[in-house]
Nanobody, 130 residues
C-alpha cells in the first residue's frame, strides 16, 4: 500500500517560516515527480512546487517563487517544502502528491494543479496570521 504522509503544518505569524515534510512508503521517490499543492477554503486547488526525480530540478508557482523552496532526500524517501516570508494568503491545506515520472522537468505538475497525480497524502494545515 502506498502512503504519503505530510507533516510540519501549523500556525505562524506573517513573515515567519515553516518546513513541511512528505514521507512516502510503498514507492521510492527516485522514480516519481513529487508535487506540493494547496487548497484554501472556497478556492481551487493550486500547484505550489514540484521536483523531478530524473534530474532533481524543481519548479515553483509564481505566487511562491523566491519564498518557497522544495528539496528531496531520496535516502529518506522524503521531500520538503521550506516556506519563508509567509503571508496570510498562504493559508491552506497543503498536500503532497506523486506521479510516476519518465523524465524531464516537472513544470506541468504544478500547472495542472494536481490533475493526473497517482498518489496523494491527506494534507497538513498551514495557517498564517496577520
Amino acid at each position: 500500500e502506498v502512503q504519503l504522509v505530510e507533516s510540519g503544518g501549523g500556525l505562524v505569524q506573517a513573515g515567519g517560516s515553516l518546513r513541511l515534510s512528505c514521507t512516502a512508503s510503498g514507492i521510492t521517490f527516485d522514480a516519481y515527480a513529487i508535487g506540493w499543492f494547496r487548497q484554501a477554503p472556497g478556492k481551487e486547488r493550486e500547484g505550489v512546487s514540484c521536483i523531478s526525480s530524473s534530474d532533481g530540478s524543481t519548479h515553483d508557482a509564481d505566487s511562491v517563487k523566491g519564498r518557497f523552496t522544495m528539496s528531496s532526500d531520496n535516502a529518506k524517501n522524503t521531500v520538503y517544502l521550506q516556506m519563508n516570508s509567509l503571508k496570510p494568503e498562504d493559508t491552506a491545506v497543503y498536500y503532497c502528491a506523486a506521479k510516476l515520472w519518465l523524465g524531464g522537468p516537472c513544470t506541468v505538475v504544478v500547472g495542472r494543479r494536481g490533475s493526473g497525480m497517482d498518489y496523494w497524502g491527506k494534507g497538513t494545515l498551514v495557517t498564517v496570521s496577520s
